[in-house]
């Protein structure tokens, strides 16, 4: 027994080391991703609120780049500590949901260009996770779930969405 709960906690210190050494990548290209999707497709109506999602996301990056940094210099003994862990996943988890929020807050307003951009980016953002987070498969899984779920509920409860009338993606008007 006290053998599998050092292989356990082994397995996990590994687990994070990985998560925490793949971080740089998807932070930076979760980063370009948002900048490029928001300044490509502002709107006035809806330009405030974009910029608003835009600075929360980019401040949500900032906190897990310090938490990087905090992480790369702590002596490795401690490297492996569930704290790490758990403040990878919360932080992790978050930047999923900021990315579901851009669809559910502004789809009303998507041109059709923007909401297949919004598509294409969530699916592959959730595709890079995948092997980003691979040092937690539960993390990767939840990543995915966090991200497309909840728009994809959206898109799915509201069939009129779908209803494209020359640029416009929104409720038919009936």
Known sequence: MKDNAAHKSLYRSEGTKLLYLNSPTGIAITAIAATVLVLTFIQKINA???????????????????????????PSSERGNLIWHRRFVALSLSTAACWSAYGLLFWPTFSLEEFTCTIIILSAMTAGAASVLSGDRTLAALYTCFTLLPFSFLLLSLPA????????????HV
């Not at 609120?49 to 600075?55: F, V």
């Open 48 to 74: 405030g609120q974009k910029l608003a999602w835009l600075a929360a996301m980019l401040i949500l990056l900032l906190v897990r780049i310090v938490f990087l940094y905090r992480w790369r210099k702590a």
């Open 161 to 172: 969405l779908l209803i494209v009338t020359g640029k416009q993606i929104g409720r038919a």
